[in-house]
């Protein structure tokens, strides 16, 4: 098939970060829903080529785009090369976040924002010219996130919830006022099993157990969590149900209100 061919009308669909964990399973999870999907990815190139294959695989029309969606340059040359695949979106998955890597946030304390926040508006805004009315916007987000200002936090997480929560809100204004009838869904999950998050928690913070209030050590210690499979599948079923209200938030583990209050 060739660039930008049609594809007797299968949706499309972009997910951020889809070269492992979370990403990669939701990239399956709309493949076998019957999505041609495009994936963004930093620098893992074998490890997105390797889930380009899996989506194939299962009868979909996949490519693996490469770059730091943090760089101007970069992201418009992604959104350059998902413009001469396919001419519409249908779902745009911003799961891409970060803020735990030692060495981006050395490098630029700011990271954080510029990868949570700014790089997701901008990315909405480039793409929202090839979505139609209908076509949707999935944010995925955490319970820490989503719940930020409200709950305790864990010390080394915090600016990444305060970070993800602001890239939400953003994202919020930007569709409402873009009215282009693009509808959000928010799917906002408990700690991951298998993803990369809770490791680098707990390497960051040895003494968790004696030092946490936020609830996320008990999330570690109870042995039954979500895994990627289980947040992928809500998040292609909050891209494919189209009779979930604008702004509808899944939750995915954990309630919402087990989570410790601010004192």
Avoid: C
């Amino acid at each position: 098939m060739g660039m930008g061919e049609p594809t007797g009308g299968r949706p499309v669909a972009l997910v951020t970060g889809g070269s492992r964990g979370i990403g990669a399973a939701t990239v399956l999870a709309l493949a076998r829903r019957g999505y041609d999907v495009a994936l963004t990815y930093r620098n893992k190139a074998s490890r997105a080529a390797n889930v380009v294959a899996q989506a194939r695989a299962l009868g979909a029309d996949a490519l693996a785009i490469g770059g730091d969606m943090t760089r101007a340059d970069d992201l418009a040359r992604q959104v350059a090369e998902l413009r001469g695949w396919r001419d519409r979106l249908d779902a745009l998955i911003l799961n891409a976040s970060g803020g735990l890597e030692r060495a981006a946030v050395a490098a630029d304390p700011q990271y954080p924002w510029r990868i949570n926040r700014d790089a997701q508006v901008a990315l909405l805004d480039a793409a929202l010219p090839l979505m139609a009315p209908g076509a949707v916007v999935v944010f995925v987000t955490s319970h820490w996130a989503y719940l930020y200002g409200q709950v305790e936090q864990i010390p080394v997480y915090e600016i990444v919830a305060e970070t993800k929560h602001a890239g939400e809100q953003a994202i919020r204004t930007a569709l409402a006022e873009s009215e282009r009838g693009v509808r959000l869904a928010i799917v906002t999950g408990d700690v991951i099993e298998g993803t990369i998050t809770p490791r680098l928690i707990a390497r960051a913070t040895p003494n968790l157990a004696a030092e946490d209030q936020s609830g996320f050590g008990d999330s570690l210690a109870t042995g039954d969590l979500p895994d990627a499979d289980d947040m992928a599948a809500a998040i292609a079923n909050a891209a494919d149900d189209a009779t979930l209200p604008d702004g509808q938030v899944i939750v995915v583990g954990g309630a919402l209100d087990a989570i410790p209050r601010k004192h």
